[in-house]
Structure formats: structure tokens, C-alpha cells
């Protein structure tokens, strides 16, 4: 069924908003369009001439923008890079921030990443609890249908990849005879 | 300590081995967290599509938290004070800062110029370890962490970390004036709060379009606003167009962001191909359902390749595009009055409150919009006893 829509009408319908506490208050007749946010106040035409914070030491590798010619004073220090991702990582940040070479070699470097990450847990013992880590408890509680479809699906492509190798090697079999 | 690891797409653990973060600069605290949310943003990352997000990462920059430690220059809060963080790391006085653009700081995150640092948001937002964790780092103690005020709710001053800048920001760069007719697109937490605070701002009619019957429902009662799914409305342009005496919206909102549904071309190309930066669905709609010389505000996040949308019409119908990060700080005196005077009560968004433990299943829940969601805060453990 489709849904109609009214014109606007001139004066607001009854429980609208327009009766809430503060409507209009903070209405401002020169923000339209461009008034600008920024508190303009000249800073941008001194650049990069600010106070600066003291600079926190590199502990560990920063990636760079090279937009950018210094480290900025305060930095992350999460997930230095590391393996094959964190050369792709380093591949990346030759880059410019403008183009695609930059940011699909660090989407790239994400998916290996997440396989580097799995092999790091088994090195340490762990093995993913994947379906855990997915929120499978949460999907079967509030989404059961969903997860039983995902299931049988599964298994219907699982049971017909199994019969055909199974019919293929019975085949294959035949023919040697 | 305890905090969310991130294993690769759609696989997020606890993990109760994280090591407890250290005081790296003399600006730094360390807060212990009381509160943390998981943001739309998350999910942005939560699904692969945020470059740079390593595996190993902490989220979270959504929180409250008791200061723990603070650097030697930090004389503005002292251990014990309880705060709450604007999800931008900002020094305060680049030039950008200077100008209240604290979201586009130019000293926190060396990995890209385009985005200012961001807690818990991969590395191309600076690698900063964020809160949904025991403990976090926190850069630039003495800018962003401003004490909560005394009887204000947590669940409240939570929200001020970003969900309710981030709506009003999203109006108030509508520049809305009274009477206006103001479109947003997107009924999670920030459309919700954006379609809100319009009224704010001097609303006539506000509508809010989604696809969700349950946020729709949601949004007509907590923004007192229209609400349409746009699976019901055949061509959402042509809708709202006839809706507006085909005039056109005053202001178009895209609090959607890349994730958008409602395309098959932009859904293949943008979700299932990364052939562009995630699907344009709602700007597309907002650019062209707004009048001739509006104004469209995007707050929805998108990547930083490129994307389809109709920039032609842009020109020719003499659109304003406003859009950004929004600015926390700049904006949290004027909305800590709005709370405490009653105007918005943001707690109400919560629907959800998950121990950090089951941070895994908390991601599933919001990511697949079930059990009704609107808002899920996660609490770390001892959090509850410290509130
Ligand atoms: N700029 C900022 O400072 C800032 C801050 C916070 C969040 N964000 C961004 O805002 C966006 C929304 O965040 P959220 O927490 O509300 O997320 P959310 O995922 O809860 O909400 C997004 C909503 O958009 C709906 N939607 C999908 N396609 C649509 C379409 N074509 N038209 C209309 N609605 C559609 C979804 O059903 C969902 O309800 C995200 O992109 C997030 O990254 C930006
Ligand atoms: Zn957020
Ligand atoms: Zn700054």
C-alpha cells in the first residue's frame, strides 16, 4: 500500500514539534546559507604559525600522511603496523591522501589483516571463537528464523558440494575401469 | 584489563588481556569509563569499510569516565573528577581549533590530513585506542573532557559526547528558519536527534524518512515529527516534492551516511564492490529533493575515495552542501543547557544497556537493527558501582 502525504500545511498540526519547549529559540535569521561556523578569526592566514603542544615521543611506527611534513604533537599508538599487512600499510602511505592507491592498499591490507589475525590467535593458543565473535548468541535469540535460513543454506550448499565430488570420483572411477 | 578487540570484519570479541593504557604525553589523563556507546560510526568500521582499521584496535568514542592519572600540565581536572569526552581530540589551539572547528584539529592524528583524531577509529583517524574498554588514553586532557554537571544523569552526559552534537550540528548547519520544512533522512540515534532539534531551530514541519518501521515509530514519538518509510512512498523524491506544493524541501539531512539502502546500483556499488565509497542513497535523494537555493547538511560519515552523486544538480539548482565532523566542544555549553532546562532528554534514545563483556552480541544487535535498537550503551564492569 502506498502512503499519502499532505502539502505542507500553513499552521502546525496538533502534537507537532512547534509545541515543544524552545521551539525557535535558538532560530538565527543571518545562518542562511553560509554564515559561517567557524569563528572566523583570521588564524588561517597565519598557517601553521600556533602554540604548539610539546611533542609526544615515537614509541612505536606511525604511518605519516605525507600531506603532511611532521608528526602531529599527540598521536595513537594502537596497532603499529606489522606482517604483510603492515607493508602493504607502508606501500600505502607513499600515497597521497587524494588517490586510490592509498586507501585500496589499505583496505587491502584490512582483509589480510583479519587472516594474520586468526593465525596470530592460534600462535597464541586461542582458537577464534567465531560465531561467538559474530554475535550468533544475539542472532538466536532475536533473529532465529534468519540464523536457521543461514544454517540450511549452509548445509544445502555443503550436501550438494559433497554429493558432487562423491558422484564426480564415483565417475572418475568408472571410467579407469 | 578488559576491553572490545576488534578481529576483522563483523568479528568483535571482549578481551580481559588488553593492556591498561599509559600517560604517553604531558597533556594526557587516563579516565576510567563509566559509560560507553556504540555509535552508527562503529558500524562503519564494525563492517570493513573504513581503511586502515587494524585488527587489535579498541573502538569507542562515545564515553564517560572517572579521571585516573593525569600529565604533569594537566592543572584543569584532577583524579576523581568525572567527565565526559568529546569524541574529537583536538589541542585547542591550531589554527583550526582557534576557529572552533575542534573536529578538524591539525595535531591529532599524523595518519591523515582529512580527519581530524578520533577515538577508537581506526588508524586513519589517528590509532587512538577508544573507550569501550576498562580504561582509555586521553589526549588533550585540558581541551575536550569537560566535568559532568552536577545532577546530570550519565546516561545524558553520554549522549553529549556525540549523538546530540551531532544532531544539532546536523540543523543548525541546515541554517533552518522558522516555517522551514526540513527533510532528514536517516531514523537511527543522530537523525532522530537532528529531526529534534529542527524545532530548536524554528521548524514548521519536519519529516524523517527510513525504512525501519520501529525507528520510524520511535522518531514520531521522541521528535514529534512525520516519519515515512521509504519503501512504502514509491519515489521518495517525487514524494517529498508533492509534499512540499512541488517546491521542495527548505533543508535536506542525510544522517544516513555510506551505508545506505534503497538502491540496487548504489547498494552493489558502494556495499557489495567498494567501487565507491558506500552507497549515496540518501545524499542522492537530499540533493534532490531540497528546493532550488537550500541547503543540504550531511553528517552521515563517508569514505574517502569518491562517490555517485548527482553534483550536476548541485550546481544548477544553487544547493549550499554543509557538512562535517561535528564540533563537540564548540557546541557543549549551549546543549548542557539545553539538557538541564528539559528542551532534550537524550537518555530516552537508550534502548539497550549491555555489559562490556557481551560486547560481541551487542554489535550483532545494533548492526542488524534487532530487538528494536535505537541506542545500546555498553557498561564495564565495577562502572556501575563508581556512577
Ligand atoms: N558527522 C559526525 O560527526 C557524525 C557523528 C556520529 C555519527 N555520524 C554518522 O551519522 C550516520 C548515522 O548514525 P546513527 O548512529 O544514527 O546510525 P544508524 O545506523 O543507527 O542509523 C542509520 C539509519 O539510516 C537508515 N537508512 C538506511 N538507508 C537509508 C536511506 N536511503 N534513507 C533514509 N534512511 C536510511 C537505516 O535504516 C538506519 O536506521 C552514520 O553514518 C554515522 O557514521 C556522523
Ligand atoms: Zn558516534
Ligand atoms: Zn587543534
Known amino acids: ?177 | 584489563m578488559l576491553a572490545m578487540n576488534y578481529r576483522g570484519p563483523f568479528r568483535v570479541r571482549a578481551d580481559r588481556n588488553r593492556p591498561y593504557p599509559e600517560i604517553m604525553h604531558p597533556r594526557d589523563a587516563i579516565v576510567r569509563v563509566t559509560r560507553s556507546c556504540i555509535c552508527g560510526s562503529d558500524l562503519h568500521l564494525y563492517h570493513g569499510l573504513v581503511p586502515d582499521t587494524r585488527v587489535g584496535s579498541t573502538f569507542g568514542h562515545e564515553f564517560t569516565g572517572i579521571v585516573e592519572e593525569v600529565g604533569e600540565e594537566i592543572t584543569t581536572l584532577k583524579v576523581g573528577d568525572h567527565v565526559l569526552v568529546p569524541f574529537n581530540i583536538a589541542c585547542g589551539t591550531c589554527s583550526f581549533c582557534q576557529q572552533g572547528l575542534y573536529g578538524n584539529c591539525h595535531e591529532s592524528n599524523p595518519e591523515a590530513t582529512a580527519v581530524g583524531g578520533i577515538f577508537g577509529y581506526s588508524h586513519t583517524a589517528g590509532g587512538y585506542d577508544g573507550g569501550q574498554a576498562e580504561y582509555v588514553r586521553v589526549p588533550y586532557a585540558d581541551v575536550g573532557p569537560t566535568i559532568i554537571p552536577a545532577g546530570m544523569d550519565l546516561d545524558d552526559a553520554v549522549l553529549l559526547t556525540d549523538v546530540v552534537p551531532t544532531g544539532y550540528q546536523a540543523a543548525e548547519m541546515g541554517g533552518i528558519q522558522k516555517g522551514d520544512t526540513v527533510v532528514v533522512f536517516g531514523a537511527g540515534p543522530i537523525g532522530i536527534m537532528a529531526a529534534r532539534c529542527a524545532w530548536l531551530f524554528g521548524a514548521q514541519r519536519v519529516i524523517i524518512i527510513d525504512h525501519i518501521e520501529y525507528r520510524l515509530e520511535f522518531a514520531r514519538q521522541y521528535a514529534k515529527c512525520e516519519a515515512y518509510n521509504f519503501r512504502s512512498i514509491g519515489d521518495p523524491v517525487f514524494f517529498l516534492k508533492k509534499a512540499t506544493d512541488y517546491y521542495g524541501a527548505d533543508v535536506c539531512i542525510d544522517a544516513v551516511g555510506c551505508e545506505a539502502a534503497g538502491s540496487a546500483m548504489q547498494t552493489f556499488t558502494g556495499r557489495k564492490t567498494l567501487l565507491q565509497a558506500g552507497s549515496a542513497t540518501a545524499l542522492h535523494w537530499a540533493i534532490n529533493a531540497v528546493k532550488k537555493g537550500g541547503i543540504v547538511s550531511i553528517v552521515g560519515v563517508y569514505g574517502p575515495t569518491w562517490n555517485l552523486v548527482p553534483i550536476g544538480n548541485v550546481v544548477n539548482k544553487g544547493i549550499t552542501i554543509r557538512a562535517n565532523q561535528a564540533s563537540v566542544k564548540r557546541l557543549l555549553p549551549k546543549l548542557v543547557d539545553h539538557v538541564m532546562a528539559g528542551r532534550l532528554n537524550p537518555k530516552e534514545l537508550i534502548t539497550h544497556r549491555v555489559p562490556l563483556e557481551e560486547v560481541s552480541d551487542a554489535y550483532h544487535i545494533f548492526s542488524q537493527k534487532l530487538d528494536n535498537c535505537i541506542k545500546t550503551i555498553l557498561i564495564p564492569p565495577r562502572a556501575e558501582a563508581a556512577a
Open chain 1, 1 to 177: 500500500m502506498k502512503t499519502e502525504i499532505t502539502p505542507t500545511p500553513i499552521h502546525p498540526a496538533p502534537g507537532a514539534g512547534t509545541d515543544l519547549p524552545g521551539w525557535g529559540i535558538d532560530a538565527d535569521p543571518t545562518n542562511n546559507p553560509t554564515h559561517p561556523m567557524k569563528h572566523y578569526t583570521g588564524a588561517d592566514h597565519d598557517r601553521l604559525n600556533y602554540p604548539r603542544a610539546l611533542q609526544q615521543t615515537r614509541t612505536v611506527e606511525v604511518l605519516q600522511s605525507n600531506e603532511r611534513p611532521t608528526l602531529t604533537r599527540v598521536f595513537g599508538t594502537a596497532v603499529p603496523p606489522s606482517g604483510v599487512s603492515g607493508m602493504l600499510r607502508r606501500y600505502a602511505f607513499r600515497f597521497s591522501e587524494g588517490s586510490a592507491g592509498h586507501w585500496l592498499t589499505l583496505i587491502l591490507a584490512d582483509r589480510i589483516n583479519a587472516m594474520e589475525g586468526i593465525a596470530d590467535d592460534l600462535r597464541h593458543g586461542t582458537v577464534p571463537n567465531i560465531f561467538a565473535e559474530r554475535g550468533w548468541n544475539a542472532a538466536w535469540k532475536h533473529d532465529r528464523k534468519n540464523v536457521i535460513k543461514r544454517v540450511a543454506i549452509g548445509a544445502a550448499i555443503t550436501a550438494a558440494v559433497v554429493t558432487f565430488a562423491v558422484m564426480h570420483k564415483a565417475g572418475k572411477k568408472k571410467l579407469s575401469i
